[in-house]
C-alpha cells in the first residue's frame, strides 16, 4: 500500500462550490504539506502543519484552508472554487530533522474547475 | 529567499543517448540541502536524491549520478544511456536549515525516444 495516499484522484467541479481534497499517511511522520502544481511553475505551497495543533500558510494560501484532523490525515478545502484553482495538487509528509527531513509526496490530486 | 532555476524546458533525445539536466539555486544560507524529484507521465512525484550541502561528494546511483559544485551553486543530474522509462518532468528543489518549504525549479521534460 502507498504511504501517502491522495483522494480523489481526480475531480471536476463548477465554480463556486465547496471542494474537500483529502490526504492520509502511514509513514508517522509529523509534518505534512500542500502545494499545487501549474505547468510551467513548478509546484507551490499552499499550507503546512509541523503537527495536530500547528497550521501554517504558505506562499500561496488565499482561497484554500486546511483541516488537520490527525498526525495521519490532512485536509485541503476550496470555499468556493474558481477556474484559476484547476491545477494538480500534492500532499506531502516528511520528519522533522535537518538530517532527515525529506518530503515524499503523495500520487497528486487533479482537480479540474468549471 | 530561495530561487532554483532550470533553465532546460524540454530535452529529447534517442535511448541510449546520456543527458544532463541542468539546476542551478540560489540562497544566503550556507546550510541547505538540494534534491530531485521525477514526475512520470503518470503522475506522482517520486524522490530521487537529497544532498546537503557541506557535502559536495558526487554520488552514483545506477543509471543516474548527480554533480554538487558549490563553486557555481549548482546540482546537475545526469541520465547514462537513457531508456524509454526515463521520459518524464525532472524537479530540481532546495530547502535551507531554516526553512520549512521546498523551492522548486520549474522543471525539466526529458523524452526519451525509442
Known amino acids: 500500500d502507498a504511504d501517502v495516499t491522495q483522494t480523489p484522484r481526480n475531480r471536476i467541479t463548477k465554480t463556486g462550490k465547496r471542494i474537500m481534497l483529502e490526504c492520509s499517511q502511514t509513514?508517522?511522520?509529523?509534518?505534512m504539506y500542500w502545494y499545487r502544481q501549474d505547468p510551467g511553475l513548478g509546484l507551490r505551497l499552499i499550507y503546512y502543519?509541523?503537527?495536530?495543533?500547528?497550521?501554517n500558510k504558505g506562499e500561496i494560501s488565499d482561497g484554500y484552508s486546511v483541516s488537520r484532523q490527525a498526525q495521519a490525515k490532512f485536509s485541503l478545502s476550496l470555499e468556493s472554487a474558481i477556474p484559476n484553482q484547476t491545477a494538480l495538487y500534492f500532499c506531502?509528509?516528511?520528519?522533522?530533522?535537518?538530517?532527515?527531513?525529506?518530503?515524499?509526496f503523495g500520487p497528486g490530486t487533479r482537480l479540474t474547475v468549471l | 529567499a530561495q530561487k532554483v532555476t532550470q533553465a532546460q524546458t524540454e530535452i529529447s533525445v534517442v535511448e541510449k543517448e546520456d543527458v544532463t539536466l541542468d539546476c542551478v539555486y540560489e540562497?544566503?544560507?550556507?546550510?541547505?540541502?538540494l534534491f530531485w524529484y521525477k514526475q512520470p507521465p503518470s503522475g506522482e512525484l517520486v524522490f530521487l536524491i537529497r544532498?546537503?550541502?557541506?557535502?559536495?561528494q558526487n554520488e552514483i546511483s545506477g543509471r543516474y549520478s548527480w554533480n554538487f559544485q558549490k563553486s557555481t551553486s549548482s546540482f546537475n543530474f545526469t541520465i547514462t544511456a537513457s531508456q524509454v522509462v526515463d521520459s518524464a518532468v525532472y524537479f530540481c528543489?532546495?530547502?535551507?536549515?531554516?526553512?520549512?518549504?521546498?523551492?522548486f525549479g520549474a522543471g525539466t521534460t526529458v523524452t526519451v525516444r525509442a
Open positions: 506531502a509528509t516528511s520528519d522533522p530533522g535537518p538530517s532527515t527531513d525529506t518530503q515524499y
Open positions: 509513514k508517522g511522520h509529523d509534518r
Open positions: 502543519s509541523f503537527d495536530v495543533k500547528d497550521i
Open positions: 540562497t544566503r544560507d550556507t546550510t541547505y540541502y
Open positions: 544532498r546537503n550541502s557541506f557535502d559536495e
Open positions: 528543489a532546495l530547502r535551507t536549515i531554516n526553512d520549512y518549504k521546498l523551492s
